[in-house]
């Protein structure tokens, strides 16, 4: 399952992100409801997180100068020495990715478009 959601969101394939967005629900929707019956309560939650942390990256290479990560993260109501913290980071996309968890908040990330894995196997699973 990793390896099919590292397939469709990786970063280098060149589609857009409704595109993205669209497979990725296709893909997620169609697993769990052909696992539904199984217990993976757990594993859903930490797949879920991993997900999430692969989307913010996405969007960290989106915006790809320093100038745009400031604009974008001051649009994401963070305060000015947050803001210049993370968009002058060095780190990696994978490492800024988790510091992105205060402006690209699970909220945002929904508001997106993205399933939330967790929460659609708690709205079709039969335990």
């Known amino acids: 399952m990793k390896d099919r959601i590292r397939e469709i969101t990786r970063k280098s394939k060149g589609w857009g992100n409704e595109y993205r967005r669209q497979k990725l629900t296709e893909y997620v929707r169609g697993w769990i409801?052909?696992?539904k019956l199984a217990d993976m309560k757990g594993l859903m939650a930490e797949t879920d997180e991993w997900l999430r942390r692969k989307i913010r990256a996405i969007y960290?290479?989106?915006?790809?100068?320093?100038?745009?990560?400031?604009?974008n993260l001051r649009a994401l109501k963070l305060e000015e020495w947050q803001v210049?913290?993370?968009?002058?980071?060095?780190?990696?996309?994978?490492r800024t990715a988790q510091m992105l968890n205060v402006a690209l908040t699970n909220k945002i990330i929904a508001r997106l478009g993205y399933i939330s894995m967790s929460d659609?196997?708690?709205?079709?699973?039969?335990?």
């Open 60 to 71: 960290w290479k989106q915006w790809k100068k320093v100038k745009t990560r400031y604009r």
């Open 120 to 127: 659609y196997y708690l709205k079709i699973c039969e335990n």
């Open 84 to 94: 210049h913290q993370i968009a002058n980071s060095r780190k990696g996309y994978w």
């Open 33 to 35: 409801n052909y696992y």
